[in-house]
């Protein structure tokens, strides 16, 4: 495969996009790895995408004062073996100070209620900070089509709110989860966890799974199957903090009530050690 282009500024970016024909990106904060990959695959899929561009930013708009920005993997040479491999055409790694030259911007994004909720409200203004950039990504490398993973599935319902209530170009594709063999979600953040950690932290799957398992049973039993599985989790060494666990509509992210039907999403987070991980899995109920 030959090497993608790398660009640092706007400047570039203009320079070349006109000849790249229907770009499909995969938003990114880097340290890429299988979960990314699928996106990429996703990505390359599309018949009417010309090339596969990349994004690779670690944002500080949507970290909050006590979280993991400093300590977030970066490595951008893996990043961009990675691309290769995958048939990326170009990368786009900006400067934080490319993408906010004045510093903290002034003008941003609001998410509303969807983004004071669940993700939101563990952590105040993240998706704030998501909306902002993912709109300025979109501004400054005008994709086609832009891919999501359903790992991060608040994220992807606001990004979709976003393009529909701010009238955005990009068709928004979700790419379903992937998972370790272990049965965890792939994340960047996998890194940060020890051996013991790690087995903890499997509880959150194996919750969902056993939510999924009993969904004939309605709203209760799909809740009590995963509570079960959670409280376990609460007595493991390391133990695992809950954060949330809740059943929500996909689009809106509004709890549902006992006797819905229709697809929910079961979204968990938790903490494991200092590493916070979230997961979710699509019911049909
Ligand atoms: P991140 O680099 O963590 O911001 O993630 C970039 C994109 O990759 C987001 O759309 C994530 O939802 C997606 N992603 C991260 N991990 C996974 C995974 N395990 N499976 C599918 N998509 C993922």
Known sequence: MPQPRLFTTRAEVTHVRSDAGRV????????????????????????????????????PLQFGPNEDFDRYPRDLEADLAVCEQEGVSAVYAPSTTEMYPLGQPMVTVR???????????????????????????????????????????????????????????????????????????????????????????????????????????????VWEAARKELDVGASDAPPLRLDYLALVDPDTFADVGEGYSGTAVLAVAARVGTTRLIDNVRIIL
């Open 111 to 221: 998410a509303g209620a969807m983004g004071d909720i669940l993700e939101g409200a563990s952590r105040p203004g993240f998706f704030d900070g998501v909306l902002t950039v993912v709109t300025k990504l979109f501004t400054i490398l005008t994709p086609d089509v832009a891919v999501f993973g359903e790992k991060d599935a608040q994220q992807l319902a606001m990004v979709r709110r976003l393009v529909t209530d701010l009238s955005l170009s990009p068709e928004i594709l979700g790419v379903p989860t992937r998972r370790a063999t272990d049965g965890l979600a792939i994340s960047s953040r996998n890194v940060y966890l020890s051996a013991a950690e790690r087995h903890t932290s499997l509880r959150l799957s194996q919750a969902l799974r056993a939510a999924e398992t009993a969904r004939s049973g309605g709203v209760s039993a």
């Open 24 to 59: 499909a990106l995969v938003p990114t904060m880097g340290a890429l790895h299988e979960g990314h990959r699928a996106l990429l695959a996703r990505a390359r899929q599309r018949p009417d995408v010309d090339s596969v561009w990349v994004s690779v930013f670690v944002n």
